[in-house]
């Protein structure tokens, strides 16, 4: 069945440094991959979206890769603030649906 | 104005009683989806609809019913709750079926008691 794997413990980075969260998974080829961020009581908020087509997407400090082969994507912050401490989810493109991740939490330290 | 809003956020009840959450989304969006986040915060579908008509029912239990009076709404009630219905559940909307952004509310949490 179809497995997706982020990093299950918290990634702790001090602020100004490049936080880099993985997402990896099995036994699927999906089409897109998309990232979403997670605040403490609130809904996921879509940030990225990157197609199978495409290497990498950029939106301002956020940097996504996307690995076929490898089956893996990658999500970079770079000159990270403390701001940007949440939870992080990748989400693949099911049939007619997401299929996420559980998500990596984020701590950005000053 | 809230693109993606639910009531209520917070509903604490008996097991076996019969409660709704509502939806409701002005985005203009055509499809609609029910999640569930458990303690472990991993977010699974339950429903989505599509201009007002089912797509997904991914293996719920029919105590969980969803009802969309129209393409802006899509309510979801539950009979006879359990205490493994405990959970946080999100509702979401999106322009169509396609690739699309998902727009997500803030949340219901569910505590039975």
């Known amino acids: 069945s179809q497995k997706i794997e982020q990093n299950s413990e918290a990634l702790n980075i001090q602020e100004g440094k490049t936080a880099t969260l993985t997402c990896n998974y099995t036994?699927?080829?999906?089409?897109?991959l998309q990232w979403y961020r997670q605040d403490p009581g609130r809904g996921p908020v879509f940030l990225l979206l990157?197609?199978?087509?495409?290497k990498e997407k950029r939106k301002e400090r956020l940097k996504v890769t996307f690995d076929t082969t490898l089956k893996q994507s990658l999500f970079h912050i770079t000159a990270s603030q403390p701001a940007d401490s949440a939870t992080y989810l990748c989400?693949?493109?099911?049939?007619?649906?997401?299929?996420f991740g559980t998500g990596t939490r984020l701590q950005v330290f000053p | 104005d809230t693109a993606v809003s639910q009531t209520p956020k917070y509903l604490v009840t008996q097991m076996g009683n019969d409660k709704s959450i509502k939806c409701e989304q002005n985005?203009?969006?055509?499809?609609m989806y029910w999640y569930k986040q458990d303690s472990k915060k991993f977010l699974k579908i339950m429903f989505s609809?599509?201009?007002?008509?089912?797509?997904i029912n991914e293996t719920v239990p029919n105590r969980f019913s969803p009802k969309s009076p129209d393409k802006a709404h899509l309510n979801l009630h539950i009979n006879s709750l359990e205490l493994g219905d405990s959970a946080v559940y999100f509702c979401?909307?999106?322009?169509?079926?396609?690739?699309?952004?998902?727009?997500f509310g803030d949340g219901t949490r569910l505590s039975i008691l």
């Open positions: 979401a909307s999106s322009l169509d079926l396609s690739n699309q952004p998902q727009h």
């Open positions: 036994n699927y080829s999906p089409a897109y």
């Open positions: 990157i197609r199978e087509n495409e």
């Open positions: 989400a693949l493109e099911g049939t007619d649906k997401l299929i």
């Open positions: 985005l203009g969006h055509d499809t």
């Open positions: 609809y599509n201009n007002k008509e089912l797509i």
